[in-house]
């Protein structure tokens, strides 16, 4: 079993930062992906970033950029810079981490304003 919490998420105004952090605990030693996901209100989750144990990365193209996944395998955990951040950025973001079986976070708010 892998325990996922998230943290950084809040309130920026429109070009603003944010750091979200995610820091896994449990049966971590064969974790390879990690990765982000967001969810808007009334639409599907989708994916922002995903980075392997070795450090490759893949992002959503509407967040090329402006977002950075990063992850410090020492800490277990991953992190996700957003940088120039607009309203439709607003979702919940969600971490995930995979060895045989998924699993996911509870989830932090970011919101963005005009």
């Known amino acids: 079993q892998v325990r996922l919490v998230e943290s950084g998420g809040g309130l920026v105004q429109a070009g603003g930062s944010l750091r979200l952090s995610c820091a896994a605990s449990g049966s971590i030693f064969n974790i390879n992906a990690m990765g982000w996901y967001r969810q808007a209100p009334g639409k599907q989750r989708e994916l922002v970033a995903t980075?392997?144990?070795?450090?490759?990365?893949n992002y959503a193209d509407s967040v090329k950029g402006r977002f950075t996944i990063s992850r410090d395998n020492a800490k277990n955990t991953v992190y996700l810079q957003l940088n120039s951040l607009k309203p439709e950025d607003t979702a919940v973001y969600y971490c995930k981490a995979d060895n045989t079986y998924s699993y996911w976070g509870q989830g932090t708010q970011v919101t963005v304003s005009l």
């Open positions: 980075i392997t144990r070795g450090g490759t990365t």
